[in-house]
């Protein structure tokens, strides 16, 4: 199989896609030395047809195909789709809709927490893939038989996949489930690569709101520089080193050689005084528009009970309605129910909200209790 490499071979290939009930979509990309990925390689399927597309090829402007991924009556299936949604959103400037992810389907319809495509496809078709090539080098020229063997197999048996899961989901009536999650993943605001909210990725090391807000400007400032000279965040600075430098809020070069997360002589470097901007920065936000901290503070007494029952009725709800229980919540999620009355979290709405939510709210108020039956866990109401 050759890649697609001129745009006239790819306008007649997006116009046999043109008619397709749905397309199976895959990327390969390389984003390991720099910030922007490299996309190095589009897998792309529908029932009847299936092609590689080359876009590195100096013959080929991917505008057709960016034209059939915009098409609003397809849907255009992937496998843990986020990454590839996020690398079309950068270069072609768009969001394919309606999009359908298997991973998060199978999520919903019981196959468990984030399972790969490779347990997916095995458990649903019964193939074995190879997966020799995953780490492979996707920019190097020519690609192989074996690498672009292993690349149109994701895309494949992904036809099958879709198959059984689309009619899983209409069995059960579930597909409201799947859209609510889809409308996530295809919200633009979702790929914001604003370098203002760069420090929500960030785990909150700090001692307090002070130092978060020098952490919020320290992370813009790491955020935009890595964006400029397309590398890794981790280039332009650790974490651990963000972490240091919040806490310790040093108010000048010198002061920064002071601190062991950063190697010697860097006081010196061209980088020291836009740190020290940065810090100067956040010491001069109001704290009062800084978000409070909660991470690391333990949980009361009350509310570190609450959080075992509510794990508890979670993995109930999830074997009871066939769900992967993170998918309903996350221990993040848990957490909040714990701490508030009416916490903020996606497992108090919609159907979260049907399946636990509602429950979960109950059983903090003492209106329902937990039992076991037959080795299973068991919601009662309490009279």
């Known amino acids: 199989m050759t890649p697609i490499a001129t745009t006239a071979d790819l306008e007649v290939l997006c116009k046999d896609l043109a008619s397709a009930e749905f397309l199976t979509v895959d990327t390969e990309f390389m984003r390991e030395q720099t910030y922007?990925?490299?996309?190095?390689?589009?897998?792309?399927?529908?029932?009847?047809?299936?092609?590689?597309?080359d876009p590195l090829s100096p013959q080929l402007d991917l505008k057709p195909f960016w034209e059939l991924m915009a098409a609003p009556d397809q849907v255009k299936v992937f496998h843990a789709a986020r990454q590839d949604l996020e690398i079309f959103h950068i270069l072609g400037g768009l969001i394919p809709r309606p999009v359908f992810d298997t991973q998060v389907a199978a999520m919903v319809c019981g196959f468990g927490d984030q399972i790969s495509y490779v347990n997916l496809v095995r458990s649903i078709t019964g193939a074995e893939l190879d997966k020799s090539s995953r780490f492979t080098d996707w920019s190097k020229r020519p690609l192989s038989d074996k690498q672009l063997q292993y690349a149109i197999g994701d895309v494949t048996h992904l036809r099958d996949v879709y198959r059984r899961l689309s009619a899983q989901l209409a069995k059960t009536g579930r597909e409201s489930w799947l859209n609510e999650e889809m409308a996530t993943l295809t919200d633009p605001a979702t790929y914001q690569q604003d370098p203002e909210l760069a420090w929500q990725r960030l785990k909150l090391k700090v001692k307090n709101r002070r130092a978060l807000a020098v952490l919020m400007s320290l992370a813009?400032?790491?955020?935009?520089?890595?964006?400029?000279?397309?590398?890794?965040?981790?280039?332009?600075?650790?974490?651990?080193?963000?972490?240091?430098?919040?806490?310790?809020?040093?108010?000048?070069?010198?002061?920064?050689?002071?601190?062991?997360?950063?190697?010697?002589?860097?006081?010196?470097?061209?980088?020291?005084?836009?740190?020290?901007?940065?810090?100067?920065?956040?010491?001069?936000?109001?704290?009062?528009?800084?978000?409070?901290?909660?991470?690391?503070?333990?949980?009361?007494?009350?509310?570190?009970?609450?959080?075992?029952?509510?794990?508890?009725?979670?993995?109930?709800?999830?074997?009871?309605?066939?769900?992967?229980?993170?998918?309903?919540?996350?221990?993040s999620d848990l957490e909040e129910l714990a701490r508030h009355a009416e916490a903020d979290t996606p497992a108090l709405k919609g159907w979260r909200r049907e399946l636990f939510g509602a429950d979960a709210l109950s059983l903090k108020r003492g209106e329902l209790a937990l039992t076991l039956k037959d080795g299973d866990v068991v919601v009662m109401k309490v009279e």
């Not at 922007?36 to 597309?53: F, R, S």
């Open 220 to 331: 813009a400032w790491r955020e935009r520089a890595a964006q400029k000279q397309n590398v890794p965040r981790q280039r332009i600075m650790r974490d651990d080193a963000l972490y240091d430098i919040a806490n310790q809020s040093p108010r000048s070069t010198a002061d920064l050689g002071n601190l062991r997360s950063l190697p010697d002589g860097f006081s010196r470097s061209s980088r020291a005084k836009d740190i020290v901007t940065a810090v100067e920065e956040g010491l001069a936000r109001d704290v009062a528009n800084v978000p409070a901290l909660r991470q690391g503070q333990p949980l009361t007494a009350e509310a570190t009970a609450t959080l075992e029952l509510l794990k508890v009725l979670l993995k109930a709800a999830a074997a009871r309605h066939g769900v992967a229980p993170r998918m309903i919540a996350d221990a």
């Open 36 to 53: 922007y990925p490299n996309l190095c390689l589009i897998q792309v399927a529908g029932p009847e047809h299936e092609a590689t597309i």
